[in-house]
């Protein structure tokens, strides 16, 4: 997607902001960003346990790599104030209607053929910090666009409180997974559980890290 350079550098600017709160007023620290590919359509498939991950995520890659977007889909009634609603699109993020949205799975698709995007593959928040099932259609999006996939895996955020400093936090991303054995599978409901089941496990493994 052609982004321009404007918009780019609102975005790397908004991120700093964050950043300041995020990992100096408080202790967010980012953890092998070196495996994101810096070119091609990437899939940052992460677990979800706090709201403040929508807006960690970009810093932690932004903070490296300045000038890149970094692309969400975001449930629609976060959009019904227009100011935020309009800070929300700028910053990469597009609306999603409960249940089936055709026009935002088409959007989801053309990013993920050369954009990078955020997704929670859980689709909802679990803040007890443990790891839910991932959803078949994460596995279905995989299996039709191919895009790299990065497990992401967030922690320490689902105590944070908005206005407290000195939190600890992290965000550990984990090297591109391989599916060429299940793409040659059919494109079938089974193997998209096996995909989206994949990045799970991958999640998991990257929670289970012992602390550095």
């Not at 600890?168 to 193997?191: H, M, N, R, W, Y």
Request: proline share 5%; charged share 20%.
């Amino acid at each position: 997607m052609n982004t321009s350079l404007l918009r780019r550098i609102w975005v790397t600017f908004s991120a700093y902001v964050i950043g300041f709160y995020a990992s100096l007023l408080n202790r967010f620290q980012t953890i092998g960003w070196q495996n994101i590919p810096e070119n091609g359509g990437t899939l940052l498939a992460s677990n979800h346990i706090s709201e403040f991950e929508t807006v960690f995520l970009p810093w932690a890659l932004i903070r490296h790599r300045p000038l890149q977007m970094v692309w969400a889909p975001a449930k629609e009634e976060l959009f019904r104030n227009r100011f935020l609603g309009a800070l929300f699109r700028s910053w990469g993020a597009f609306p999603v209607k409960r249940g089936r949205d055709v026009r935002a799975g088409k959007t989801l698709n053309e990013l993920l053929k050369t954009e990078k995007v955020m997704l929670f593959p859980e689709g909802t928040r679990n803040r007890d910090g443990k790891l839910g099932r991932g959803n078949r259609g994460v596995g279905k999006l995989i299996y039709d666009v191919r895009p790299h996939v990065i497990p992401t895996a967030m922690s320490g955020l689902n105590t944070w409180k908005a206005f407290n400093w000195g939190q600890q936090g992290k965000v550990t991303f984990g090297a591109p997974i391989d599916f060429s054995d299940l793409f040659e599978l059919e494109d079938c409901k089974e193997t998209h559980i096996l995909i989206v089941d994949r990045v799970m496990t991958s999640i998991g493994l990257l929670l289970s890290e012992p602390e550095q």
